[in-house]
């Protein structure tokens, strides 16, 4: 008896210690995001990205709510357009609707940081991820997008709507990217490669206007890198990125020329 209780409380024991792992795994993935961001606008603007950020000079939640507009388009929402050839609706394009919660994504890490810190931030974002992984939506997909871009309009601090569980816009993304499947470990996969990517952009000439963006002549960038990396077993490095960035770029202008 005094066996099977003790084989039950070391059952508890690991229960709770792979929960605890799993908190850190998720918070160091929050952390490494805010850091890279922090470092991504401070090599391009250094102290100024904040000053004009509290400012609301850089409107980082209105470029939010401009990308989550761009994922209601990507999600087949344009009624108005005509569908092409038999299709009877707007097509959902998935890959680019996660393209463009990542895209959000760095603007909601920037305002994150302005208005918390880096180290506060960890905390509080990974607070709106348990909350919405342990909410599930009542809201559909594209309603989701809806109220985290009417959320990112009334501002990050705004006290309108703190009445509702989707006050916080980094519940409501995390309840959006749950509705479309897209997990932490890859939200943070997809980040990673497009920050290395704008970092890759810079490089080549990006703001001189010598960077080829449209890779194949129709389709950008981002979209072979988030086809590669969504199709890779193992989360690449930044190494691993940056090394195929160059590797695809050269192939593709080469074949452009």
């Not at 704008?198 to 703001?207: I, S, T």
């Amino acid at each position: 008896m005094e066996q099977q209780q003790a084989s039950e409380e070391q059952g508890v024991e690991q229960a709770l210690t792979e929960e605890q792992v799993q908190v850190l795994n998720e918070q160091q993935l929050i952390h490494e995001m805010l850091l890279n961001q922090h470092s991504l606008n401070m090599k391009s603007y250094n102290t100024e990205w904040i000053e004009k950020g509290t400012r609301r000079e850089f409107d980082y939640p209105l470029a939010a709510a401009q990308e989550i507009a761009e994922f209601i388009n990507s999600y087949g929402y344009s009624w108005w357009s005509k569908p092409v050839g038999n299709l009877t609706e707007v097509p959902l394009d998935e890959l680019n609707c996660r393209t463009e919660i990542v895209d959000a994504v760095h603007f909601m890490l920037s305002q994150s940081i302005i208005d918390e810190s880096v180290d506060n931030a960890v905390q509080s974002i990974h607070s709106a991820y348990t909350t919405a992984m342990g909410t599930p939506p009542s809201l559909n997909t594209r309603d989701l997008a809806r109220v985290l871009q009417a959320r990112l309009l009334l501002s990050f601090d705004s006290d309108l709507m703190a009445a509702t569980w989707l006050s916080n816009p980094w519940v409501t993304l995390f309840s959006l990217c749950r509705s479309m499947n897209f997990s932490l470990e890859q939200l943070s996969a997809r980040y990673l490669g497009k920050s290395r990517l704008n970092a890759f952009r810079q490089k080549h000439g990006y703001k001189e206007g010598k960077y080829t963006k449209l890779w194949d002549g129709k389709n950008e960038d981002n979209f072979f890198l988030a086809q590669w990396i969504d199709n890779e077993p193992v989360t690449p490095t930044v190494r691993d990125i940056d090394e195929w960035l160059e590797k695809r770029y050269a192939e593709f202008t080469q074949v452009s020329l």
